[in-house]
């Protein structure tokens, strides 16, 4: 197992679909021993003042982060926007509207479960008139209702691309999240590059496209990637000129093999997306 590292920039809360409240996700990466932490949660920065609250008080470097769904030639990709200004007037409103499309859709794909014979998901569409309803809210909710023996089983039967309840999403182009982050101050990471099934030939195109607007890293070491999909990951930095990031991607303690702050350390032959960040948010040497 890797040593834990004490930077994590890539993470969720309840905010979106995470377990944890802002707060307990803070004092939890506290726990695991992380010195800089960025919340991403997907298309929303609410989480980020409880979050910042709870850092100043245990002494963690918070840095603001969210998970962009975005679209590029009708692939979906997810980009992280790191030290970005939460209140940007664009990066907001562009936000809500992903958050709309998020709305549109768990209406639709309640209607699907309905007509697949799955009871009304009423708590789910309430989430989602509140704010950020993902795919994870119907997977729990399907658990909870016993229709799936785990929340997995609820993407692989229902909710998947090509499953009963899959809706497709005409998310924010990948061009505007990258304009947005790059406006909010941020620097726009592609998150999790190995999860997209693309082949090599796609990854080309798509790093390329990404680093043409403006994009500036890529996840090298996330979750629990294993060695050979990080050497894939190190190869896409190098090769196109990006800078390299780590995050758990931790979405709750129910998950035991993703943890906060336990993520394999950037190769030193990689250039580190903090770098160029103030003194205060470099990470002290792992020890
Ligand atoms: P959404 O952005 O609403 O489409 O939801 C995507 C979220 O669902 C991701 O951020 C993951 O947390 C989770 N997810 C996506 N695909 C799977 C899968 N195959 N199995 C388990 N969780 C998944
Ligand atoms: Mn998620
Ligand atoms: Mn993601
Ligand atoms: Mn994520």
């Excluded at 970005?84 to 549109?104: K, T």
Aim: charged share 20%; proline share 7%; aromatic share 6%.
């Amino acid at each position: 197992m890797p040593s834990p590292l004490n930077i994590d920039l890539h993470c969720h809360s309840t905010a979106s679909d995470g377990t944890l409240a802002p707060e307990a996700v803070v004092r939890r990466a506290a726990e695991q021993g992380v010195k800089v932490l960025a919340l991403t949660d997907h298309d929303t920065v609410a989480g980020l003042e409880a979050a910042h609250d709870a850092a100043a008080r245990l002494g963690v470097e918070l840095v603001s982060g969210v998970e962009i769904s975005t679209l590029w030639q009708g692939r979906e990709l997810h980009v992280v926007g790191l030290n970005v200004d939460p209140g940007s007037p664009g990066l907001l409103a562009g936000l809500e509207r992903n958050q709309a499309r998020r709305r549109e859709r768990a209406e639709r794909i309640a209607e699907k479960l309905v007509q697949a014979g799955v009871p009304d998901a009423p708590d789910v569409l309430l989430r989602a008139a509140e704010g950020v309803a993902t795919r994870t809210h119907f997977a729990r909710f399907l658990y909870e209702r016993g229709v799936v023996s785990t929340a997995q089983q609820a993407f692989d039967r229902y909710l998947k691309r090509g499953k009963r309840a899959w809706v497709n999403v005409d998310w924010m182009p990948m061009d505007e999240a990258l304009t947005l982050i790059r406006a909010a101050g941020g620097n726009a990471v592609l998150a999790h590059p190995l999860a997209y099934g693309m082949t090599g030939v796609w990854m080309r195109r798509v790093l390329t496209a990404f680093r043409e607007a403006g994009g500036e890293g890529v996840e090298v070491c996330c979750g629990n990637t294993g060695p050979q999909r990080i050497q894939t990951a190190i190869g896409y930095a190098l090769r196109f000129g990006l800078k390299g990031s780590v995050g758990s991607d931790f979405h709750g303690p129910e998950n035991p093999w993703i943890e906060l702050g336990r993520i394999t350390p950037l190769p030193p032959t990689v250039g580190p997306i903090w770098s160029g960040w103030p003194a205060h948010l470099q990470p002290p040497p792992a020890g």
